[in-house]
């Protein structure tokens, strides 16, 4: 099984992105594959396994070498700064992560309060533009903060905005573009590089993005 590539990957959005991917890049995964409820997939004619993974944990079982790749939005490796490699923008599971509040709301001038689960992305942020403010982390529902007073602002993931609206929230800042990308074990990339040159080469193929190998680790 060492022949095997295996694929950290979070279910949802990405996981069917991605699948849809690699069947264009002519990969042959089974119809039923995207549908299947297993938490370790594996596809013998491809000598892939996949690991469904939180969207969070994926950079860490790649960087501790469980997973030789991983599938994670821009978000992730910006919170999680792991030391992994990012080998191409697969260009999917586009959204962009924002500032927003209730419309014509009071912001407290002293360190106001923003509810987020991207802590570090968001201290990082308030401090490039000079502002002090106290960072709340949440791992759900962060609309609810400013709704019931925990907090003045929220930074989160913003697709269609279509969130925002139904909780009476607006967006006063656009931070940063997300899109998903492909990462490396950097010792599977030594040991397994002809395999995972070649995944990489299909895919930009598909004219996804570019290839080079930045390191996350700051």
């Given at each position: 099984m060492?022949?095997f590539?295996?694929?950290?990957m979070?279910?949802g959005?990405?996981f069917?992105d991605?699948?849809?991917?690699?069947?264009k890049?002519g990969f042959?995964?089974?119809?039923?594959?995207?549908?299947?409820?297993?938490?370790?997939?594996?596809?013998?004619?491809?000598?892939?396994?996949?690991i469904?993974?939180?969207?969070?944990?994926v950079?860490t079982?790649?960087?501790?070498g469980?997973?030789d790749l991983?599938?994670?939005g821009?978000?992730v490796?910006?919170?999680?700064?792991?030391?992994v490699?990012?080998?191409?923008?697969l260009?999917?599971?586009?959204?962009?992560?924002?500032?927003a509040?209730?419309?014509?709301a009071?912001?407290?001038?002293?360190?106001?309060?923003?509810?987020?689960?991207y802590?570090h992305?968001?201290?990082?942020y308030?401090?490039e533009?000079?502002?002090?403010?106290?960072i709340?982390?949440l791992n759900?529902?962060?609309?609810?903060?400013p709704?019931?007073?925990?907090?003045?602002r929220?930074?989160?993931i913003?697709s269609?905005?279509?969130?925002l609206?139904?909780?009476?929230?607006v967006?006063?800042e656009?931070?940063?573009?997300?899109t998903s990308?492909?990462i490396v074990?950097?010792v599977?990339?030594?040991?397994k590089?002809e395999?995972?040159n070649?995944?990489?080469?299909?895919?930009s193929k598909?004219?996804?993005g570019g290839?080079?190998?930045?390191?996350?680790?700051?």
């Amino acid at each position: 099984m060492n022949n095997f590539l295996t694929i950290a990957m979070p279910k949802g959005r990405i996981f069917e992105d991605a699948v849809q991917l690699l069947k264009k890049a002519g990969f042959q995964l089974p119809p039923e594959f995207d549908d299947s409820r297993k938490l370790i997939l594996e596809v013998p004619e491809e000598k892939f396994r996949f690991i469904l993974a939180k969207p969070m944990d994926v950079p860490t079982y790649v960087e501790h070498g469980v997973a030789d790749l991983g599938i994670a939005g821009k978000d992730v490796m910006l919170e999680e700064e792991r030391d992994v490699y990012e080998l191409l923008d697969l260009k999917i599971s586009a959204c962009y992560l924002a500032v927003a509040g209730l419309p014509d709301a009071k912001i407290n001038d002293v360190a106001p309060k923003v509810a987020t689960k991207y802590p570090h992305v968001a201290a990082a942020y308030f401090r490039e533009q000079g502002e002090q403010v106290e960072i709340i982390k949440l791992n759900g529902s962060i609309e609810l903060a400013p709704l019931i007073g925990l907090a003045d602002r929220i930074v989160d993931i913003v697709s269609t905005g279509r969130t925002l609206k139904e909780n009476g929230l607006v967006e006063y800042e656009r931070m940063v573009e997300i899109t998903s990308r492909l990462i490396v074990n950097p010792v599977s990339f030594r040991l397994k590089d002809e395999r995972i040159n070649e995944l990489v080469e299909r895919l930009s193929k598909l004219k996804t993005g570019g290839f080079g190998n930045e390191n996350f680790k700051s």
